[in-house]
């Protein structure tokens, strides 16, 4: 999200120094801190399972 909005904020600064919009409204949001992704871990089957197929097919192809 912090990218999205890195992007629009950038574009509508540029939009302002080329006088098509009044004011950049992007610039007033603050972006809170991103909270850690939280995972779940393969299980030991799961992990049989895709060790398996990468060794058929490291490739990804078939």
């Not at 603050?30 to 197929?53: D, I, K, N, W």
């Amino acid at each position: 999200m912090a990218y999205v909005h890195s992007v629009l904020k950038s574009a509508l600064e540029h939009a302002v120094r080329e006088e098509e919009i009044p004011r950049n409204v992007a610039r007033n949001v603050r972006m809170g801190t991103p909270r850690p992704r939280r995972f779940e871990p393969l299980t030991v089957e799961e992990a049989r399972v895709s060790q398996a197929l990468v060794s058929r097919d490291p490739v990804g192809v078939t």
